[in-house]
């Protein structure tokens, strides 16, 4: 079908402003932009009964920001499930505050305790920190649920974009840590480490994430051309100590119609029902990448949204 009009809009917009693309910045200023345009179609905040900064150690001796949502008071008696989230961006732009709004709404629509991971970013953190920290933070958060109100057995993982991909390994790595995990909650994830689909040819120039930004993240979050053949990395066709796909926890997959990644978005999907998953995944038509986060503009995305919250509060078994 066609774009969506209000996406058109969008699109219309953001060519006028004439801005320079990521790829024509330093990683810094790259940042800076994101920061300030992130919340300009956000739906509005959520209020949340607790919402906390927290500092959480890594492997490597240092601490990560995370932020907790409540939207509801904890209570010890009836523990609630929990989702780790982690933001898109590239593995170079992006923080728990330009996902905030989007976090809001699944801890309060989703019926869960929301940790929002702010892993540390490339160039100046290489592959694979991402994946360190996005993991460090479900191991901190499996050990200390009870503190927080979590029941550790009802853990979910999620995340968009590059936040997608952290998702998948980290689902892989707490089925091999005995971790279990109720959901993979999936939007629009980045599943391959070369950029071959076909949705990557016809969709590589004007419908917000350009073929020439996607290489130019990849490139900050790379120390060589072999880390793109590392399943951390690809998990959809990496070949570096690829794992056995099979026992990780159910998913739930958003793709769109109109972003370069709904290819191997789909083809994840395929690998993960092959390797024997339960795999629901919905192409939302007439959408972009980063669509999840236009709610306050594009009124369809809200059924996105709804969707997406469905899909944790079935996994968590609540109502």
């Not at 008071?73 to 499930?81: F, H, L, N, Q, R």
């Not at 974009?161 to 109720?182: E, F, M, N, P, Y």
Request: with cysteine.
């Amino acid at each position: 079908m066609p774009l969506n009009p209000k996406i058109e809009l969008v699109l219309d917009m953001i060519a006028r402003a004439k801005r320079p693309h990521y790829h024509q910045m330093s990683a810094q200023q790259a940042r800076a932009s994101y920061e300030k345009s992130a919340p300009i179609l956000e739906i509005p905040d959520a209020p949340m009964f607790t919402l906390e900064d927290l500092r959480i150690p890594t492997r490597d001796g240092a601490t990560i920001r995370v932020r907790l949502y409540q939207a509801t008071e904890p209570s010890w008696a009836e523990p609630m499930p929990a989702l780790l989230y982690y933001h898109g961006g590239g593995f170079t732009v992006g923080s728990v505050d330009t996902h905030d709004a989007l976090c809001r709404m699944l801890a309060r629509d989703g019926r869960c305790t929301v940790l929002s991971v702010d892993y540390r970013l490339a160039p100046e953190y290489k592959f694979p920190t991402a994946v360190d920290d996005a993991f460090d933070a479900l191991r901190w958060l499996h050990a200390n649920a009870a503190a927080y109100g979590v029941d550790a057995g009802r853990l979910a993982v999620g995340g968009d974009s590059a936040g997608g991909t952290l998702a998948t390994v980290c689902a892989v790595l707490a089925r091999d840590a005995g971790i279990g995990l109720a959901l993979q909650l999936l939007i629009y994830p980045g599943t391959t480490g070369h950029q071959q689909t076909d949705s990557h040819s016809r969709l590589a120039d004007g419908f917000l994430l350009s073929g020439d930004t996607i290489q130019w993240f990849f490139e900050q979050y790379v120390r060589d051309h072999a880390d793109r053949d590392d399943w951390r990395f690809a998990p959809l066709d990496g070949e570096r100590g690829a794992p056995d796909f099979s026992g990780v926890a159910p998913a739930w997959i958003a793709t769109a119609e109109y972003d370069p990644l709904s290819d191997e978005g789909d083809a994840y999907a395929a690998k993960l029902h092959a390797a024997g998953n339960p795999v629901t995944l919905t192409r939302y038509r007439g959408m972009i990448h980063e669509f999840f986060k236009m709610g306050g503009f594009v009124p369809e995305v809200a059924n996105a949204h709804a969707d997406a919250a469905a899909a944790l509060r079935a996994a968590f078994g609540v109502e």
